[in-house]
Structure formats: structure tokens, C-alpha cells
């Protein structure tokens, strides 16, 4: 067998290398370093860089030689990419193999992993070399059946460790195995990032498809493992190295793996994916290595980087195609559907840094002054990518309805804060996150080794993790406008606070390609129209905090969709005001279908037995807490789970108590015991409800442990616990909910559900009986019945109290007195009556009648902004005090807008994106305004036109259909809302000639 007898390295300006036999020293960018090694017998020579090869021998040698340049490389956001591993692999023609390696580096001491080993020395143990920084190479203790020859851990049976501390930050590592494999194999490769007795983090990947990715602790009432992957993000192995990035930052653990695939131009880091768990007890870093069916794993190349967070394609953004619906493949496989837009990965992404990166302002568009972008192509946050939207402005620019996208891919993290996100013109824009409907999740499922084409799964069906968005979802104190098709499929963590969402239409853009049975179910499970669709299934969901969010259609009633997951979790929303709006409750389903394990609950024979296998139906609830909302409608249907158990929806409806104890003199009594119990029968019956009928507000993440055990059940979303008793405050009453969440009453109005024997859509009504107790007296009232006028506008100002006078013992319900205001709105030049002003005061609104006059009744006590508004007026504030049972007037002059005979002022003409048959045309005006494009193929003649017309400021026109290798004349033309028009000198350009390419796809054609 041949072996390396010498070896050497020269050149460049190097630090820690004392000899040419060194094998990892510094370097400077643009360096010269010739590496050169001797064998004992003719061999052919593969040299590889960071394993991929760069030169091999094809004539019979004992010596050889590589020179490589340094790159000078920026690796401020990525430091790994400032390390080269120099292979060479000596083999001779019987097959037999010698290997020796080098590893450079240009990053200094400070940027260097903080643990490092490449294993250059092909050692593990009684290490004499040092790193390229001078610094000891680990010592790895424990089982060791496996070889380092290859200057890599090759098994055999392995199973090594060394102490670490570090919780935060970057693990990275290559693994591969010797041979390709397409048939179920024993074979695996572990590794443990975070390690101790009592917690650890495993990533652990199969030769086969098998990838087995788990959290396991023993912190909550013994063992509990939860699979990240839910057993199903893996495909067959290439054998061939792939590049491994985990990364854990505030608690959240990501995973990203390196796919290559015939069909892509170059290697990809795509996200597995990601999970949240605050344990971080370590005390070391494991290996866990077997070759069980003569398919030997090899892991190389570790580096751990401390509180240094490398996601992969940090800060890159450019237009490219992306995923953006499914169509039938081979085998009637889900295959994708490529779609131009705006590519945003890494994180920490704004739009700003978009406008930079594009830096193309008739694509995207972006005002420093005003903090307001204009997006001209579809917007896609990438996989595991992170765009933040925080006092801004972000309109799509629609030439029709639906046009543009606003894309959400699998695991993203979108963040709004203090923003709008509207339309640049009158048309609505769309949402198309990833889930079951359109593009699918997960998105390193469809490229599997052994098959050409790009598609999902090629057997056994997909996992949970395929057609989920399993993204952050977190809007606050926002605007979203003029748009349709909000779907959450499966999200990680949503958190929709303070918002608005206006002008809300409500279509379906799927286009449900038939495709194989396996997958057929899922992809048509959510089909239909959809304006806010919510689903939540077998994934497990972080953070669900819906509340304060008023929801207005273009056409009334809306139905927002929730579909949701009541066998594991219990979810409120607070604070809906959708009063022109249905809420629809819908069955929820697993989806997944070939999973290796599954959900059992004390065996079969338990209350839910064997719940998620084989797409079983899941209960669907969903508790609505002072919420206004047009109706309740219960989906069609009882549906079962996997044992054939019928599964209930349901919708409880329920409102803030407000409780006041006073003594025989009126005055408050404080911290008095207040106790609320329902009057009918209340059980879980057989676990099937998660709600109580008295509850507080207080969210409990439960590790999934007894009964909820389960390989994909990690954390319990329970929003609102029982609460048997309160307190009263020093004015008499129950604490409110910006007081003491966990002692605010919320109880039960009604329950909404299908009755799973009859098929019925029933309402069951609860009453409750109210006690007070104080120094040994007490005070109670029966048979309270509480209704939609316990709605709250603020949910800190009650409507009903319930007064209980501790000393007499006697209770009753008091409603709050409201107020009144009216005016009218007249001309302020005329002193005519001016009809269909509209006039806002808070969060009520109304128009004025024909002849001027408004009212709006029942308003609470207090200061009031109101704001009359008219088009072709400029519009007018002021404030009113409204008192209880009195009625205030407050009349408004307003004053027309002057006329506007200006026209705009056209600039910045542009001509781009010039092909054979089309060129994009662009302008800005300095007010909004039509575009138009006037041309033709001779000077002054424009017998041809192309129009938009709607309202803006940044104008683009692309024209189509033109022939090759012509000059076209144009002049553009704008038109501001007054009907001021303006047109633009003559302008031309040439399109391009016929290319004599052909182009073939990856199928042929």
C-alpha cells in the first residue's frame, strides 16, 4: 500500500511555522504556498480544497506538488471562509489510498473558532502539532474503534468527547459516507454540540434517509426526547463530504446542511431546521460514530465559533427565481414551479440594505427621508432568512390584482414593528408563504441523490416538516393593507399584536396539479379561499399571541380560517374587533405520512391512542376572548383520528368579569375573596377540551411530558389556566388585565361546536354563580348570564360590573353609563351641508347624512379624538369630551382642497431590462400620476401604447411583444389626480438580435 514518506510546504508570509514539514500555520491574502509530497511507490495525486477537488494526476508518480493562491477574501460575516484545508490523496492502481493534508489561515487569533480540529495530524489523542494559531489541538477522550488515516475520523465504532462550555454561537463540521446509498442502512454518524448527563442536542444523520435530530433531557419527570426534524428533513447520502452549520442564538437552535444535487449549478446551504429550548446544561462536545452495514461515516473539519452567530448567505439579497407553487412531477411527485423575484437570505436583513443590494430603484425603491420602499417584483424572504420592517413603509407596486407576492419561505422570521405594509396602486398584493397549498416547506427534500429531477420525497410519502411554513410570523403596532391570502401553515411562532389589517380580500392561489396520493391529501386539505387562514398541526407551535387586532374586508363577511391543534395546545385570541367578519372553525390534520414513530398516550387503548399516524384528523378549538365578529360557522363534517376516534371543533366564546365588592356605604372594600363556579356540568370529558369556564390570561409552555408524551411533541402551547378565586384592588374591583393578568376573571359566554354523533351545529349557553367574601361575610348572586354587551372597547374599562355589597349580601349587575356625540359637517366657503364626510372619533366612525348631520351613540366616558374628512376638503381635528348620559356636540366647517392646475414634473427616464422582444420602461414624477407609454418604430409616430392607471410617483411600463433587432421611439406621459397632464421629450432604444443559443433543460427540452 502506498504512504506519504515526505512532505513540505514553502512559500509566502507564514507565522507559527517553524519547518517546511508544518501542517497548519497562518497566511496573507494573494500568497503563493506550493505544497508537495513524496510517496513510496508510483501513485496518481487528487488534491482538493476544503474538499473539493482541484487537480488530479493522470500519469504514475512518487511526487507531486500544488500550488494554491490565498484569496484575499472579507470574511468579517462568515470567518470560516478564511480557513483552507489543503488534501492530497496519493492512490495507487489497485485502489489503495495515502493521504496527507495542510490547513491555512488569514484570520487572526481573535477570529479564529475557539475550538478547532481538522485532524490534520491524524490523531485524536498525545497531540504534538498545534492549530494554524499555535494553540494546542483537542484531546478527545472515550471508545475509539475507527481510523484518523485519512486526517479525518473515519468508524468503526466511535464514541469521543471533549469539555466545552460554550451554548452560544456556531458549530460546524463535513461528514460523509465512503459510498453512495439508496436502500434503509444501519449505518450513522452523531454529533452532539451541546452535551451533559442532564440535556443535549444531537444531530444525527443516517446513510440512508433517516435523520434523527433530537433535544433529549431528563429535567421534567424522567427521560423526554423530542425530534427536531420530526424524523423526516433527510434523504439519501451521496457519498460525498457535506458541509453541517448549527447554530444556537437566544435559545433557538438552527440547522443547515450543504445539498448538492445534479440539477444545481453549485453545492447549497439549505435549512433542516430549527427549534427552541432554553436548557443549555453542557459540559462537552461528543462524536457518536457506527458502521453497522459496511457504510463507514467520516466527520472532519469541527470548528465551534462562541457567541458568533454564521448563518449561512448572511446579507446576501439579489433577483433570482424561487419556488413558488407546485405542479405534477415524475411519478406524479410534487414537483416546483420557478418564479422571479427579490431573494432576501441571511438575517437582520431591512429594506434598506434590499435598495442597496438591488440597487436598481425601478425593481426596489427606497426613501431615506421618508422611510418608505416601493417593491416592483415579488419579495421572498428565504429559507431561515430574516427580513425586519421597524418605522417604515412598504408598498407593492400591483399593475393588477394579485401580481405581486409577498413570500414567506420555510422557517423565515418576518418583524414589523411601528410599520404599514399597503399598495403603491389601487390593486391588492398577495401573501404566499410556504404550506400545504402552494410551494411547500422544507425545501432540501427535493433533492434527492439518486433521482435527476427536483421534486418532493421519492417514496414513503412527507413528513410534518414539508408543507409547513415553520416561520416567525411578528407583527406589532402595525398596518397591513390591501392584500389577500394571509396563510400560516404550521408557523412556529405567531404574534400579531396592536395591528390593523384593512381592505382584506380573500381568493385562493394554489393551483392544485394532481399529484400522487401520498401527497394529494395534504395539498388539497386547506384549498379554498382564504383572507387570514390560520393551521397548526402536528409541528409544534413557540408563540401564539394574537391580540388587540381590528380585521376589515374589501366586501363583507370575510371568513378567517383557524384550524388548529386542541389535542396538544389551547389557544385564545384577545381583543378581535372583526364585527363584519365570520370566524370559521375548521378541523386540523397531521401532516405527515411515513413517519417512524408516532403519539401514543398511554397505549392505544388511552384517550387519544396512536393520534398522528397516517394523517390522522386532530381536534380543532379555538376560546374567543372580547371578541365582536359577525358569526361562528363550524366546518362541515365529523372527521377522525388514526384509531378512529371522532375529533370535536369548537369555538368558546368569553369575556372579561369585571367583580366590585363595596360595604352598606359604598365605599370599595379591599382584598376581597371573589369566587366564580359554572352552573352546568363542565369535564374534560375524556381530555377532549383544553378550556375551563373560568380562567385567567396567564400563557404556561408545559415540557410535553405524562400524557402528552411524544417524539414530536416538544412544549405545550395552554393559553389561560383555571382560576378558582380573586382578589379585589383598593378601588373594590377585580383586577383588570393590564393589573394582574394572572387574577383577571375571563369567563365562558357560549360554546359553539358540531355535535360528533349528530352532526349538528349546537350552542351550549353557561351560567355562573358569583360569591364575595370578607371578614367572614359574604355576598353572592346566581344565575349570571353574560352576553355580547359585556364587550369591552377596552378591555381596561368595563361595560358590566357585577356590585356585591358585602354587608347587606346582596349582588346585582351594573351596566356603565355611555355617552353621545353629534354634529354637523358644513362647507366652510358656503356654509352648505356637506354628505359622506366621514368622521372617526378613536376607534368609532361614521358618515354624515344628506344633510350634514352625524351621531355616534354609546361611547365611553372620556377624551376623544375626532377627525372629519372629506375628499376635495382638507380634513379637521378636534377633541370632545364625552360624559356618561349626556350628549356632546361638536360641529366641523372644512375647507376645499384648492385646484390644481400644475401638471407633474416627469424625470429620470430610464430604459432597462432590453431583450429581443421587450424593454422596461421607468420614470418618477413629483406627484402621483398615472404612466403611459406612447410608441412606435419611426420618430413622432406612437401608434402603439401601454397604460397603468393608477396613482404614483415611481412609474414603470414594461413593453412586450416587440421584434428583434429594432428601434423603437417613445415618449412617456403622466397624469396627476387633478387631470393635469405632462409628456416627456422622445426617447429610443434598440432591441437586442436573435441569439443562435439553444437552451436545454435539465429534463431535454
Known sequence: APSIVAWSSSGGNTTNKDNPQDLMYLVQPGDEITFSVTANEACNFTWEVNKVEEKNTTSLSTTDSFTFTVPSLDCSQDPSECIWEIHVKAHNENGEEAHQEWVISTLNELDAPDIFDYFTDKKYQSRTETD?????????SGSFNGETSECSVKAGYVDIRIPSSITEGTWIFRYKYKYPQTTQAGDHITFYPIHSNKVYY????????????????????????FSMDYDGTGVYEDGEWHKVVLIRKGNYFYSFREVKHQSLPESKMMLEFHAYEPLDNISEIRIFMRAMSGNPPYIDDIQVYENKYLFPYNGNIYVGNYFYDHTTGPDQQVAPLWKEGIIVQGRNNTLKDIASAINDSSIFYYNDKTKTAICYKDLVVDEGAELIIKDETLKFHSTYDGELSFVLDYGSRLYVENSTITSDTRYYWVWNNVGSTTHWGNE????????PYVGYYKSGGHRPLGPAYHGEFIIKNSTIDNFAHLFLDSPYEVNITNIRFTNIHEIDIGRYDPVSINYQKSVNFCKGNKSIWIYTDTVNINDWTIRNVTISGAKHPLNLTFSLNAHRDKYNIYDINAENENIIIKESMAENL?????????????????????????ASELGLVNCKFKDILITPGIFTDYAGRKKQKAAYVKYYLDVKVVDKDGNPVQNANVSVNVEQDWTLDEMKTNHYPVENMI???????????????????????????????ATGHTPLPSEDPAHTLIIVDYKKYRDINTEEVKQENYTYTITASYNGKTASLSGLDIDKSWYRENPDVPTKTVVCNIDTGNCWVEGVATGTLKGKVTDKDTGLPI???VIKANSHQTTTNSSGDYIITNLLPGSYTVTASKVGYYSSTATAEIFANQTTTLNFQLTKVPVDTTPPKISNINISSITTHSAVISWKTNEPSTSLVKYGTSPSSYPYSKEDASYTTYHSITLTGLSPNTTYYLVVSSTDKAGNSAQSDEQNFKTKELSNMVYVATDGT
Open 699 to 729: 400563557v404556561e409552555k408545559p415540557y410535553a411530558v405524562g400524557n402528552y408524551n411524544c417524539f414530536y411533541h416538544h412544549y405545550r402551547w395552554v393559553d389561560g389556566q383555571p382560576l378558582d378565586q380573586t382578589y379585589t384592588t
Open 835 to 837: 354628505e359622506g364626510a
Open 594 to 618: 411515513g413517519q417512524s414513530h408516532s403519539c401514543y398516550v398511554g397505549g392505544s387503548s388511552g384517550p387519544w391512542g396512536q393520534i398522528y399516524t397516517g394523517q390522522s384528523y386532530i
Open 444 to 451: 432540501e427534500g427535493m433533492y434527492w441523490p439518486d433521482q
Open 132 to 140: 494554524p494559531w499555535g494553540r494546542p489541538l483537542p484531546e478527545w
Open 202 to 225: 444531537s444531530w444525527t444523520k443516517n446513510s440512508d434517509a433517516h435523520h434523527h435530530c433530537v433535544i433529549e433531557s431528563w429535567v421534567y419527570e424522567g427521560r423526554k426526547m
